[in-house]
């Protein structure tokens, strides 16, 4: 790192500059394939181990060398760890740590803690990410807890950490899913109708399907699996042939690289397929700068050298004295000059005895200020250590001489000069500003006071004011308080002025600067005589004292100010007299400050600035006024302030955004509490030469690209269009649109982090504003092209099938709109490589329900359309988004299952609401439902229902002995006028023998030897004119799969069921299977069954009567807890298709009466459960389905992820790419490809054992 010494003909250059100086001299920088200014920094919350941090450092250092290890072995023996810096905190002593001011945990790369701030992490480590493919992160979080058990466990921890180190360096994501999200599912549906896990692996991957208590998972015979959020796929230990993907099941030994084009399933619904348009890991990072011209040396030695380093946090203490002659000439004598100067001396003679590590800079003024920004303070000793320049520090005091014929000063410029050096300290201790000045200062008003406070405060600089004059300035007093400062005066310099002063200055250097003050709104408008300005604002729970009230406005016109408290009572002002910017009568700013009663009232406040001109001759008709209020912490015992975290994505190994590669993500987070604030709406102004580019906002709903999670990480992008120089003004507030709850697993259930929803903190009343919280360059704007991963796009789509319709098939889709888009449409194909290689030559499907006008950031989109359809074939979609510069982009592909159901269309009433597929069921086990599967078929005439109420009340009390199932339907599906008598039906019975066999005739396939047991003790049932009604956790089957042949036999018993398959062909379709279309006529009667089991769950038996062709399908499955009651679609909507999920692909069936449970990269995996089977040896995780860690793992499955979800959602799949090297085997059976998939299958005797291929 290169020393600098700040000089003035240079701080205007800086000035750009500095709020990213700590950070940019500090890059990651590629030296011959070694990545060197690694910092790796330990917490402050991390206490000294009683061998003095030894052991941890040691660990520490290990893992960082296997990481750097599996790093060169993952990249091809390409890139290593060649230095890395360690910062220990500033409270460990006795270590053989070097000292630095540059370096801080908030500067660090890799930061280890051992605080929750995201709890949701456990002992995981994750990466603030940028939310843009290809793109750098901000830093990696690595828990302490990590560090446990490190011998026993290092490969694979540093699996782990390389997969993180891949996320914030080349801009990949996780190719894995999460349990209960619904935008990451740890499971999701293939075309085909069965659930796969979601993974990227290049051959295949042997494991079982786990409950998190050690049982079997419980699969329908149609492949989907009951429960899902208890369900776990855990790879075999042994027999693995899987390389990839570390960025999936990295602990597995065989698993060493990064997904590789030829060898990466592009279908399934991870962040990587998602976000980098189904792009493998090594596609992404081959266009990373680190990968130019970069070739493999095999013989490279990887181990890193290490430094350990240590920053005592001390703030920078810049004295700026006043040589200029005092305003109060009694201060020129020689006793105050002398009082002065030894004030001065004993304050430097205490620092040097008990901080001499503190770094003390001595600058003078004068006269005022010629310009240009930044010349005005005449730097004498830049920031150097006390304990070095103490000498020369009290000579200079000693020669302190004033000028005599300068009788003027701008401590305006002052301020601005030194706030301007200052700022790159901010994170790395803080600094304080010592002024040391005299009244009748004079300004040229290219500084407002009220600007500069904000920027002080913004950039962690505390301003200490010494004072003298015949009378008190005022204007250096109203400003310590608008910038949480300290102010002392005195009209003479006498013997004890200094002492007070002293002790401040002293206490801070010990106990570091603390943020005591939060600008809460700071905004500009145009007002007119007619038209006041009125607007309100929030004061919480953590501010109340020094509320202050300041307009900086013209010097002429009447400006009237009502305030109201959150109780709607008018609140009288304090009379302060109007005075002009810094107080200097030729200003032509004019200040109103108002400063509020202490104990300021929580809640919202209201204002009204209203403006006259009768009082004056030249008024400005609409001038332009600026309102800024601000506030202090509560009392001491008040919680503390949230801090402030912004960030922008530079690119890698630079110091500006280089737009050729990717534009600006920027994102704030507010630490509170141990997480992150959520609830908030929050806005990114981006300027250049004060014109406001774009004002954006920026989300965090996980749902609108680059916000990957809904995590309390407010994100948008910036798409610059010229380079240069820009600025951000941030402003947040909270809203009443807080985080949801209870969509992740309780600390006790399962270990997870971090899917697409996290628990936040929420502080009611929070409102923020940051004025030029963040400065950056841009380069390589001039073509306006970005690139592909770049472009916004849709990046939450949900879709769910309605069905047939004169040769049309219909689908409900939503989105949410991304930023910067100018247009969207629908496409769709039959050729899923067109949608994912080609999509802009790809047909428009039609918007039938809805509209794609809306193109506002943010606005959710809910549309039915329809596209030709041919039978047996999935229909699949993409929605493309066009640019301003009309670049194209797409969202991740959805489809259609091949043989959907018939279901005439009817078209919303004019009043309908946007389409609705969710219903909430609530159980005893705090689990939200979502029931996954409808079918609704409907007469020829419009079917109008009534809202739905679903409430499922379950209480379990053994997984293997009792389950009451207690279930009430609220249900209304009244037949609109003029509907024809339905004359065909299709029921859906309970089934309630207790030895069933049901056999399934269609044409010549047939289904047979089916064998159910169950015990029923109640039926209801509901008859309308619509609905046959299926659900995923009993029976799931609103698809029905023929086979030719075959038989599948299913004991039931308390935990497992076998199914065993001879083989001859197949035929594989949805329900209902028929040769001829649905009648007009047809109508469905459905009858639920709600059951009280003591060892089986209940399944029903679907009867589809189709013309004059009759199926039943008949089969059971033990069910852990629930049973997913019907769901009948909401007031003035389409009813439902076959699938309501509102994140589900639509699918169905099983493939030759072979139960197909899942899709791993490559292929097919399928189930045959054995009688009371085990679920074999486990792999060793870093992941643990109880919070307690590995002291916890003997009674509890390691797991691979992390988030639940709703046992009954229906969930995305993807299908094996063409060109995917499916690791065949030589002995199985391989029925025909459907939709460029290839299935194959592998048995292992005695167990539930899967292959993926």
Known sequence: MVNMKICPSRVLFLSVFMLFIGKANLTIVLDNNGYTNIVVAISENVPQPTDGGTSLINDLQDLLKETSAVLFQATGNRVYFKNIDILLPSTWTNTA?????????????????????????????????????????????????????????????????????????????????????????????????????????????????????GGNCVVSATGIISDQGNCRFVPTATEQTATTSLMSFHWLDTVIGFSEKNKHDRRPPHRQNRLCNSKSSTEVMANSPDFYNITPNPSQATTPTFRLLKNLMLPVVYVAMDTSYPANPNNNNTQPQNLLKRGMKNFFNQLSNFYPETLVAYSTFENIDFGPEGSYLKEEFPPRRIGDVYGELNAAIDNFVVSVNVPTRDVSAVIRDGELRLRQFKDTGGSILYLVTSTNSVTNDTVIETNLAERLMQNNIKLIVAETGLDNGKSLSRFSVLSQGGYYFIPTWDTYYFTPINNELFSICGSGLKTQRRIITSRKNSITTGTPWTGSFSIDETLGTNTTFALSLPKEGTFTITLTNPSGDVVALPNEPEVTNWNYPDSTVRVIWKKLANETAIGRWSYQVAYDTTSCRSCEAQPEIHLQIGSSIRSATSPALPKFQPWVSLTTSTGFVDVSKHPAVIQTRFEYANSNLGGLTVRADVIQNSVIKASIPLFDTGLIDPDISKDGIYSGTFYPDANGNYKVNLYAVHSTSVKEGG???????????????????????????AREA???????????????????????????????????????????VPSNTESQVVKYSEDYEQLLNNFEVASQATVVYGSLNEIVAGTAIAVYVSAPYTKGKSVYFVVETTTKNNQKA?????????????????????????????????????????????????????????????????????????????????????????????????????????????????????????????????????????????TASTTTASTTTASTTESVTTPSTASTSTITTPITSTTTSSTPISTDSLTSTESTSTTKSTASSTTDSTISTLFTTTGSTTESFSTSSTIDTTDSTPVVPTTEKPPDGLTSAEIGYIVGGVVGGVVVIGAITGGVMFYKKKQGGGGGSLPPSTTYNGRSGPSGATSERPGFSNTPYPPTTSYRSNATPANANNGRQAERYEPPAKNNDDIGITFEDEDICMTAM
């Open 774 to 816: 963040i400065a950056f360059e841009v380069q390589n704007a001039g073509a306006g092209i970005f690139p592909q991963e770049s472009l916004p796009m849709v990046s939450d789509i949900k879709a769910s099938t309605y069905g047939i319709d004169q040769n049309l098939v219909y689908a409900d889709l939503k989105w949410s």
């Open 743 to 769: 969509r992740l697993l309780s600390p006790d259930q399962n270990s997870y982090c971090c899917g697409s929803s996290l628990p936040t903190s929420t502080l009611n009343y929070f409102e923020f504003t």
């Open 890 to 1030: 797409r969202s991740h592909i959805v489809w259609t299952e091949a043989n959907p159901p018939e279901n005439a269309f009817t078209p919303p009433a004019p009043t309908t609401e946007a389409p609705s597929t969710t219903t909430q069921a609530s159980t005893s086990s705090t689990t939200t439902a979502t029931t996954s599967t409808t079918e609704v078929t409907s007469t020829s005439s419009p079917i109008t229902t009534s809202a739905t109420d679903s409430s499922i009340s379950t209480s379990i009390t053994d997984f293997s002995s009792t389950t009451e199932v207690s279930t009430s339907i609220t249900s209304s599906l009244p037949t609109s006028t003029g509907s024809p008598t339905p004359t065909d039906s299709t029921s859906s019975t309970a089934s309630t023998a207790s030895s069933t066999t049901g056999s399934t005739t269609s044409s010549s396939t047939t289904l047979s030897s089916t064998t159910i047991s169950s015990s029923t003790s109640a039926v209801t049932t509901a008859s309308t004119t619509t609905a046959s009604t299926t």
């Open 97 to 213: 740590a070097s000292l630095t001011s540059k370096h801080s945990y908030q500067l660090a790369d890799i930061r280890l803690t051992n605080e929750p701030v995201n709890s949701a992490s456990g002992s995981l480590p994750y990466t603030l990410h940028s939310g843009k493919c290809g793109v750098n992160g901000n830093f990696i979080t690595l828990p302490a807890e990590y560090l446990e058990d490190l011998a026993a466990n290092l490969k694979v921890q540093a699996k782990g950490l390389v997969q993180q180190w891949a996320q914030l360096r080349y801009g990949v994501f996780e190719e894995h899913g999460y349990p209960n999200d619904e935008l990451l599912p740890y499971f999701y549906r293939h075309p085909d109708g069965y659930d796969a896990v979601t993974s990227s692996n290049d051959t295949e991957m042997k494991g079982t399907l786990e409950t998190l208590s």
